[in-house]
């Protein structure tokens, strides 16, 4: 088998902020990253990732913690230096893990020297590298355009008598990516960073890079409640989002990245499993080497059902063009964490270890979020300690952004953290310490995927026939097949495996060790991963 790293191993998701504090400020950095890396990989003894995914580092007003680059090459000091990133390329590589990093390339901060130039003046020379229109003739915006984070999306600048476009933070403006010399700009980022080691990519916003050259007004959403959601969602984004052409944008930066061997890219896209699967460039499979899947990330409380998760995947496996791979998220920076969206009756524990078999047997990358291999929750933090400045403009991100449990006292800094911990008997200490924990189980989990040929790269079927509220699929490499069982429901149920399914092992439970048996009984909210025969 060749093994491809981004196709076959597990991504970690790393909030820098949280993560780990070196040098006593409260604020996570990328030497307390180096200091945990033994944690992630290294040893059998190790969780056992294959790679971490930084959210952004470089340097930043922090409007939106990072998502607002102020230079593209360089390391915010809060974080380190560029030396510190080197020795964190380094070290990763030493233990076999690869380092992802946040590429934001729809917008830069208003504090970036290009923006500042592209201010400075409507004749500068870089006032083409942003989106700069006149008021229509009553003076209001150009277009109907709703930021992502509530409001209109442009913003007058009195200076220059103009509106520059803001998908998101009025200090976000969006780049103009149809300005050639702006794509090379962004090219060369890329180069940048691969140059210095930097394994892939995960690309922010990457169906908004290039808009409707006309801008044109984006029609109403029909479903009007939706607007209770995200004022945002009052509108059909047609105009501002995955418009046509922009796969020309993203065929290119694929040839930027392929200039360098055994790197990656993956894009944060959003739809439809059809919208999706376009990223990966069709028949040629020439776009992104992953486009975000993300339907499993928006299913809240007793959404989470058999039917409902099987259904996903049966549509994401059948949109994939061939050749292409898929990939599995259930948690990120952006949404509740599992353990929370999942605990609508209390039974949150037990949801979120069958959610971790879910994402780590089913065929494709799996994508997991710092925190939620100990079943850590959503912080309740009190209002005068919210830090997300998105909070003003609807839902605060800041209660899955908390920090790494790392002790029974938290051990995440000696000083006081930036955000508050949350449940600290979720710790990766204790639960070291206890076979039975959740961190044992991931760790079961992820080291028997690593060792097995069905689970890296094996053919996915779903299993017809079985009762209401189970849903269970096969893996299957020549000779080496695996059987994932999955009970949704709350109440236990017992059936009979076909002949055809001989069970040899039972490889991982959620539940105790049970017996390898063809009569499976289980409990309420009970999965089992299986060895075939």
Sequence with gaps: MSY?????????????????????DGIGDLAGIIERLDYLNGSEHSLGVDAIWLSPTYPSPMADFGYDVADYEDVHPGFGTLATMDRLIEEAHKRGIRVILDFVPNHTSSEHPWFIESRSSAESAKRDWYIWR??????????????????????????????????????????????????????DVLRFWMRRGIDGFRIDVMDRIVKDPELRDNPPQPRREFGKLAQTLLQVHQYDQDWPDIMDYVRRIRAVVDEFPDRMTVGEVFGTPANIVRYYGGQTVDGLHLAFNFPLVRVWGERWTAELVRRRVREFEAALPPGAWPNWVVGNHDVDRVATRMNHDGLAADRARLAALLLLTLRGTPFLYYGDELGMENTDIPEEKLQDPARKYGRGRDPERTPMQWTPSGGFSRAEPWLPYGDLTRNVEDERADSDSMLAFQRKLLWTRRRSDALLVGAYADLPDVPDGVYAFTRTRGLDRTLTVLNFDTRPVAFDLPSALTVAATLAATHGNPPPSQRLELRGLEGRLLQLA
């Design 4 to 24: 491809l790293w981004w196709k076959h191993g597990v991504i970690y998701q790393i909030y820098p902020r949280s993560f780990q504090d070196s040098n006593g």
């Design 134 to 187: 006149d008021p229509k003739p009553e003076g209001s915006p150009p277009n109907n355009w709703i930021a992502q984070f509530g409001g209109p999306a442009w913003e007058w600048d009195q200076r220059t008598q103009q509106y520059y476009l803001h998908s998101f933070l009025i200090e976000q403006p969006d780049v103009n990516w149809r300005n050639p010399d702006v794509e090379q700009a962004m090219h």
